[in-house]
């Protein structure tokens, strides 16, 4: 089975389109091989995810509730959409790892014999950092994870990138020689860290890394900027540039990602602004750089870009009921999905 | 980064590297245990070998290792390392040796453990250079005669060899065909750059360092497209090579002028490069009259790679250009479209015997552009001179001419 768990460290940076288009592109796959999805919202109150994607009461579906989840199975669309009866409960890393053995061990059997199906891929969005989910403590404990290194299990762990993080890291980068313990620093050696660490308990089926990397439109940047979204809808931003960079069919480690950042961070140079350019626009910079240095071996099949499609714009807020029919038509799924099947197949 | 091997002896550690301690006045400490995976090694290596900041501690028999997850990152395999002695000043002096001791031995899986059970046995690095090791050719003039009668000698060990600039010696060797030169060559030579021996200096009189090339061209595949120009201030001193003080071979090296460093590119030189190449590009767009901005452009990626930046007093007449999109925009987005130029015009020269296309000019209504084509690298490129207006063609083709050499020189270790 697949595990796709998506993980950011901010909201507002696309990880509920990651989500939808996600659960569309696998169910996608799925269909064909006659299998279900099971999507979990674990947003609590902004369960976005669930709103758009669950049947809100309208028409009839099959429900199923279990000790501490609702499920629905949205059946014309193959799915089961899931989420806690609890929106308040806090989720901590420890029933975080619970919960994933719960549905492999239990749940996932009492929705296929309740809905009559066979789950392939589970997805579940959180509002977590992976450095919160994934704890060394929990991690290093091997009862935790003797489920990510079962053959017939994959987990994917898509982690969005946004500007704050990136900007720890590339403030990190910049003071490499100053010989020091700064605590300003101590989150980006955390992030590196845990990268590693994940990555080597996590890696099974001849996948090089768990990680999914993604850059979207207000992860990067900011679509409230008009500047930015002028610059978005053209065709030469690097999203675009880097979803048309040839697909590589190689995962990239963490550490080579980070590599290949910190380079083109030095080819940009310290932080200096050119005139009239947002912190955005200096990170777009960045990322450009990234694409070139990256370019000759291709793009990494679990770097994945979000294109901007301005029609989308404050669609978490839309009462739309044929918004994701219309997304099947959009460029920025069309180009999803296409990244998506290059990394599962 | 720091590398301090430890010995402790049938022990095993319950800590995992992951977990790094911070030592105030030393950095942040990751103790590896001896079965720690090479993978998850490289992967710290690749991390953190920049880092002043940062000391691993290892025990011995992952030095090996290390050593290739070290080559491996900066693309050479058997990278010779400098270890040394450890001395209790590596880690900050005795106290701070004592705290690291003290901190290994809280994870150590032994009944009653104890801070003398461990070992500091070598010290590795303590600043980033050690990872710089290359093959370097540093292109000499001097006004006396080299101390020595023969082709070439040692400058304190084999790894430094200089080559005579005795006129005769010049003279016979500029004369010979690179074959016949070869084997002066090739017994200094790493079996391939990268290797062993990637700390060679080779020291070459100007008279003779286009030919000196030459040879190693012939030698190394690709030489002349690896090597990338070094700072003359990496070059060592006589006494940092051990030269005798007061030596007629001290005398000879101290007076002599160095001309021109080459090196093998680092990760380090890279950016280096990078940062060349634009200053480059700058600086002939605010010193030309006709060119406004340049660009390189990879054709079958449709990026631009590289652009000049700096504004000139045309600039208006070029906002989209220049001033709005930052990185050349929309203008540019389906320029790799022009290989089909290339390849029809390429198709052409081949058939009528006129050779492959060098440049085209286009002229626009408002401006002009002066474009040439290269397909011997990974991909094909295109390098753009753009003159924001319509006038000035000549002095655009001149332009071009004159600098697009020095520009492929910059440009070709990034390729």
């Known amino acids: ?345 | 980064m720091k590398v301090i091997v430890y010995r402790l002896d049938n022990v095993t550690l319950s800590r995992q590297c992951d977990e790094p301690f911070d030592i105030s006045g030393v950095g942040t400490c990751y103790l590896f245990s001896k079965s720690e995976d090479n993978n998850v090694l490289k992967d710290f290596i690749q991390l953190y070998h920049d880092r002043d900041d940062t000391i691993f501690l290892i025990p011995e028999i992952l030095k090996s290792p290390f050593a290739e997850s070290l080559g491996g990152i900066n693309n050479k395999n058997h990278t010779p390392l400098l270890w040394k002695q450890y001395d209790d000043n590596d880690l900050g002096g005795m106290e701070t040796t004592g705290i690291i001791k003290n901190k290994i031995i809280e994870y150590v899986k032994t009944d009653n453990p104890s801070p003398d059970q461990i070992e500091f046995v070598e010290t590795l690095g303590g600043n980033s250079n050690f990872l710089d090791k290359k093959m370097k050719i540093v292109i000499y003039k001097a006004d006396k005669d080299v101390p020595f009668a023969t082709d070439y000698d040692q400058l304190g060990s084999t790894d430094n060899i200089i080559f005579s600039n005795r006129q005769d010696k010049v003279t016979d060797f500029n004369s010979k065909s690179v074959d016949e030169l070869k084997h002066l060559v090739q017994p200094w030579l790493p079996k391939r750059v990268g290797s062993e021996a990637d700390n060679t200096i080779f020291y070459v009189p100007y008279d003779m360092w286009n030919k000196f090339i030459d040879i190693l061209e012939r030698l190394i595949n690709g030489f002349k497209e690896m090597m990338v120009k070094g700072e003359k201030t990496s070059v060592p001193t006589s006494q940092q090579l051990g030269l005798g003080k007061g030596s007629s071979l001290a005398s000879f090296y101290d007076e002599m002028e160095i001309q021109k460093v080459l090196e093998e590119p680092t990760e380090k030189n890279m950016i280096e490069a990078v940062k060349e190449l634009e200053e480059l590009l700058n600086e002939i767009v605010t010193s030309s009259n006709e060119v406004d901005a340049i660009f390189v452009y990879d054709l079958t990626n449709n990026l631009v790679l590289y652009n000049s930046t700096a504004s000139t007093e045309r600039e208006e007449d070029l906002p989209k250009f220049l001033t709005e999109r930052k990185n050349y925009g929309a203008s540019v987005a389906n320029f790799g479209d022009l290989r089909n130029v290339s390849t029809v015009l390429n198709t052409f020269g081949d058939d009528t015997k006129r050779g492959k296309l060098q440049r085209t000019m286009f002229q626009l209504t408002n401006g002009v552009l002066n474009v040439y084509f290269f397909d011997e690298y990974t991909v094909p490129i295109a390098v753009v001179f753009v003159s924001a207006k319509p006038t000035g063609l000549g002095s655009l083709v001149l332009e071009g001419t004159k600098r697009i050499d020095t520009i492929i020189e910059k440009l070709r270790p990034l390729l």
């Open chain 1, 1 to 345: 089975m697949d595990w796709h768990i998506i993980t950011s460290s901010k909201g507002g940076v696309g990880k509920t389109l990651v989500s939808v288009m996600l659960l569309m592109s696998s169910c996608e796959q799925s269909i064909d091989k006659k299998n279900s999805v099971l999507a979990i919202d674990l947003n609590g109150m902004n369960a976005d995810l669930r709103r758009m994607m669950a049947s809100g009461n309208r028409g009839k579906h099959d429900q199923f509730s279990s000790e501490n989840f609702h499920f629905e199975a949205v059946l014309d669309s193959n799915y089961i959409m899931g989420w806690p009866k609890d929106a308040f409960k806090i989720l901590t890393a420890k029933t975080f790892f619970g919960f994933l053995w719960k549905i492999n061990q239990q749940i996932k059997a009492e929705l296929e014999t309740k809905f009559k199906c066979t789950i392939s891929t589970v997805i579940i969005d959180t509002n977590y950092h992976f450095c919160n989910l994934f704890p060394r403590e929990i991690i290093n404990n091997s009862s935790n994870h003797q489920l990510f290194n079962r053959t017939e299990e994959r987990f994917f762990i898509w982690f969005i990138w946004v500007y704050r993080q990136l900007s720890n890291l590339f403030d990190f980068f910049d003071a490499m020689n100053q010989n020091q313990n700064n605590p300003y620093h101590a989150d980006a050696r955390t992030v590196q860290d845990k990268g590693v660490l994940i990555e080597r308990k996590f890696s099974a089926n001849n996948f090089v890394s768990p990680f999914v990397h993604v850059f979207s439109p207000n992860s990067v940047g900011h679509v409230s900027d008009n500047r930015l979204v002028q610059f978005f809808l053209g065709v030469e931003n690097p999203l675009r540039q880097l979803a048309y960079l040839k697909n590589s069919n190689n995962c990239t480690r963490f550490s080579d990602f980070i590599a290949h950042l910190k380079t083109a961070k030095q080819n940009v140079g310290l932080r200096q602004l050119q005139q009239d350019e947002t912190i955005h626009q200096y990170f777009i910079r960045i990322l450009g750089k990234y694409i070139v240095n990256v370019r000759h071996g291709g793009r990494p099949k679990n770097v994945v870009p979000v294109l901007f499609e301005e029609c989308l714009l404050g669609y978490t807020e839309s009462e739309n009921p044929n918004l994701i029919n219309t997304m099947r038509e959009l460029g920025v799924y069309i180009n999803f999905k296409e990244a998506y099947n290059a990394l599962i197949l």
